[in-house]
């Protein structure tokens, strides 16, 4: 029999709608859905000899990649993609540290829970849970968290919600939620509009997104697309953010970010991060324009260091040196 190619076996996957987390879920009702399960991923090749995995968590099924040696670094992704945004990254990274790269809940092959009510499925703390529960059962007790965007928000809670796990904390081109939302001008509107669009009651954004999918999709990653994201990897963001439970999902994030997560944030406001924070930030996005991104950091944190890397908003993809880089010096520090 020859052997399947590896867009033969993208096509097969979507035709039946099948992601790491269906395939553990099928494995897993035979097995003992305690143990992480090995899963045969279709983004492996962009992570050699790194090893897959779907862990069912207390609300989800997690799924990731993990490789390399040293202490451990678990690496979150941003909206709309998913743990490829870390590939490039990733393989320096490995030779000094042990990295989990996961999909967040409600992205790229974990499930996707349904959302609606407060909101709560999506909110920080929820999908921080998730992945501390993913790094216990790997055996990490105590890691550091580097996050991208909502993956950067995941890691804020984390950090404030696991003080006794988060040995180091890093966000990339976010600033607070809190803050974003109490300090809106008609620029920061404009900017992040999708902020506001997301938000609205389902199914309005679910409904428009889901009938012209791709074309959203271009806009938000066009312009990187072949230089910064290769064709191959913008296809597997496409296959996963287009299912109607992914789009369901993100909408929740976001949901969640304007109402559930504004109360959690309110109610530890004064108490400060004393773990290290590293904040990156692209010199060319709207962060830079219209925030005093290291002042705002330092409001939050006791030990915070940051500087604007020469990209747009998709730091790791678009500059990945800089990013590895500035990581590696803050992770060894």
Not at 219 to 247: C, K, M
Not at 305 to 310: C, E, S
Request: proline share 5%; hydrophobic share 40%; charged share 25%.
């Amino acid at each position: 029999m020859p052997v399947r190619t590896r867009r033969e076996m993208l096509k097969t996957a979507v035709a039946f709608g099948l992601g790491a987390a269906s395939r553990n879920k099928l494995a897993a009702a035979a097995g003992d859905s305690a143990v992480p399960q090995a899963t045969i991923s279709l983004t492996a090749p962009f992570f050699p000899e790194f090893k897959s995995g779907t862990w069912e968590s207390s609300g989800a099924a997690i799924h990731y990649v993990t490789g390399g040696s040293g202490s451990p670094v678990l690496l979150l992704h941003g909206y709309p993609q998913n743990h490829l945004m870390w590939r490039k990254v990733a393989q320096q990274l490995a030779r000094n540290f042990t990295l989990v790269v996961a999909d967040l809940r409600g992205y790229g092959d974990s499930s996707k829970p349904v959302g609606g009510g407060d909101h709560s499925t999506y909110s920080k703390r929820t999908m921080a849970q998730d992945q501390v529960e993913l790094m216990q059962r790997l055996g990490f007790q105590k890691f550091a968290v580097v996050g991208h965007d909502r993956g950067g928000r995941v890691a804020h809670r984390m950090a404030r919600d696991h003080r006794d796990r988060v040995t180091k904390l890093a966000v990339l081109d976010i600033i607070p939620t809190y803050t974003l939302y109490h300090s809106v001008t008609q620029e920061v509107a404009t900017a992040y509009y999708h902020w506001f669009f997301l938000i609205q009651p389902e199914p309005f954004p679910e409904t428009l997104i889901g009938h012209s999918v791709e074309f959203y999709l271009r806009r938000l990653l066009g312009p990187l697309v072949p230089d910064a994201i290769s064709e191959d990897v913008y296809a597997e963001y496409l296959r996963t953010f287009r299912e109607p439970a992914a789009i369901h999902a993100s909408c929740e994030d976001y949901r969640a970010g304007a109402s559930i997560d504004l109360d959690h944030d309110a109610a530890d406001l004064a108490e400060k991060i004393t773990c290290p924070l590293l904040a990156l930030w692209g010199e060319r996005g709207p962060i830079e324009r219209y925030y005093d991104v290291l002042g705002t950091w330092k409001e939050r944190g006791t030990d915070v260091t940051g500087r604007a890397i020469p990209s747009g908003h998709f730091l790791a993809e678009e500059k990945p040196d800089d990013v590895t880089r500035e990581l590696m010096k803050f992770l060894e520090a």
